[in-house]
């Protein structure tokens, strides 16, 4: 079936504008992460959905990252006031969320963000 | 606080030699431990887990992992280098099934043919 999928690949915008991510997970998969990963380094958590809530947004770096999830599925990240050191690409991931040990984050290809 | 850190960031092996990535992790509880590969311009994917049981784990394309408690370590190796093995490898580790993961740096494997 469709993986995880990211829309738009690639943003480019102005400090200080305001910006939405898309995320449409695997059907069916129940837990959706935010994560952020910088040039040169590994991906950061942002913020964990288990169904529409947010179960931990302990990553995310200040209150102009919020990001939901309205239905359960579909999930955005939305960043203000944008600032240079946003610029990095933003990865989103699914799983079942079964409580089971076997659990798997599926990754997408991610979208890249560049503020200007 | 768990922590993961990836010695090396690049690696260079020749083309059929041993690949060796190096993690080591920290965890206030039993970890859940996985090694992810990232292409240029695709998204990570899941090489191989550790959650209970045995210590070594073999994943896809000929990799396997060990645990080792008394060390907090898990390597990534294979046996045979292949060119199609030029990636970036994420050691990562989570303190609970469907719980959020932390990265290591990453360490870029260049394949020399």
């Known amino acids: 079936g469709a993986g995880v999928s990211q829309t738009p690949s690639n943003k480019v915008t102005e400090k200080g504008k305001y910006v939405e991510l898309r995320c449409d997970p695997i059907?069916?998969?129940?837990?959706l992460y935010w994560y952020r990963q910088s040039l040169g380094q590994g991906p950061e958590f942002l913020i964990y959905?288990?169904?529409?809530?947010?179960?931990?947004d302990s990553g995310l770096p200040n209150d102009r990252f919020f990001a939901v999830r309205p239905e359960g599925s579909v999930s955005t990240l939305k960043i203000q006031r944008t600032e240079r050191g946003d610029s990095a690409v933003y990865l989103c991931a699914s799983s079942r969320f079964t409580s089971s040990s076997t659990d798997t984050q599926y990754f997408g290809p991610g979208t890249r963000l560049t503020v200007l | 606080a768990q922590s993961v850190t990836q010695l090396g960031s690049h690696v260079s092996v020749s083309e059929g030699a041993l690949v060796l990535l190096r993690c080591n992790y920290s965890s206030s509880v039993p970890p859940y431990l996985f090694w992810y590969v990232q292409y240029p311009n695709q998204g990570l994917q899941l090489l191989l887990k550790y959650t209970t049981g045995a210590t070594l784990v073999k994943g896809i394309n000929g990799f396997e992992a060990e645990f080792k408690k008394s060390e907090t370590s898990f390597h990534l190796t294979k046996p045979s280098a292949h060119m199609s093995d030029a990636a970036e490898y994420f050691c990562a580790v989570s303190e609970a099934a469907g719980n959020k993961l932390t990265f290591g740096g990453g360490t870029r494997v260049l394949v020399k043919p």
């Open positions: 059907s069916g998969h129940t837990a």
């Open positions: 959905f288990q169904g529409t809530g947010a179960a931990d």
